[in-house]
């Protein structure tokens, strides 16, 4: 059986620039969601951290001893490191639940720029439940679980209500204020992806209020962007816009 331990943070420095970038992943994902992204956006000049939120990487049980609270103080936790570590421009950028932290910490904190990709604007519990239960079948399968254990796991999915309908709250809250967000902005969709994304994309679009914005979408694209096809692009874009803003 193999054994579960929590994904590392990823920290890649570089001295040829002041500025930083904090990357986001998804729910249920991990640090590899954009690992390939930052170590392209680190080869280009950048320091990039990449935090693991709590649970992440680790089997389905664990996962549910941690809710949208603690991940968002992943986050603060994430972007005070770079704080500490001198850099006096801070951008973020994040995919899916690491989308809407970027919105969230835009909105709270000192930001000059933010990457979002397959970020929704609306969750309800029966998509996020489906979530945790592909993560915890496959969680299970990789380390070798009987199934009947498996299926323990996953049964205590419906006692885990509560904190879905927190990260619902949580989405609500976040898209109330993203009008506040000052900082320049791309937006980005896989068209492959679910439609609603794409209305999640030009949602946030409009409801940004200042000029520096942009929405984009990738014909090639699934939901997780930075990977498969059509991820070059994704990458070589988000690049060039922060570029646009050094």
């Not at 995919?95 to 919105?103: C, E, P």
Request: with cysteine; hydrophobic share 35%.
């Amino acid at each position: 059986m193999i054994k579960v331990k929590a994904p590392s943070p990823i920290f890649l420095e570089s001295n040829q620039s002041e500025h930083a970038i904090l990357l986001l992943h998804s729910f249920t994902g991990t640090v590899r969601d954009m690992k390939l992204l930052a170590t392209q956006l680190n080869t280009a000049g950048f320091t990039c951290y990449v935090p693991s939120y709590k649970g992440h990487g680790l089997m389905l049980e664990a996962l549910m001893t941690y809710d949208t609270d603690q991940w968002w103080q992943d986050v603060l936790e994430g972007y005070q490191f770079l704080v500490e570590k001198g850099y006096s421009k801070i951008s973020v950028c994040g995919l899916s639940l690491g989308g809407l932290l970027s919105l969230k910490l835009a909105e709270h904190k000192p930001i000059d720029s933010v990457a979002i990709m397959s970020t929704p604007y609306r969750k309800d519990d029966a998509g996020l439940a489906d979530r945790l239960k592909y993560y915890g079948q496959r969680m299970g399968d990789l380390i070798g679980l009987e199934q009947q254990e498996i299926t323990n796991q996953l049964n205590q999915i419906e006692d885990y209500t509560p904190e879905l309908n927190k990260f619902q709250l949580m989405v609500e809250d976040i898209m109330s204020k993203v009008n506040q967000i000052s900082a320049p902005i791309t937006i980005k969709y896989g068209e492959q992806d679910d439609a609603s994304y794409q209305t999640s994309a030009q949602y946030i679009y409009e409801h940004i209020s200042h000029e520096q914005k942009e929405i984009q979408g990738y014909k090639l694209c699934k939901h997780l962007m930075t990977y498969g096809e059509g991820h070059i692009e994704v990458e070589q874009d988000i690049i060039a816009f922060f570029e646009d803003y050094e």
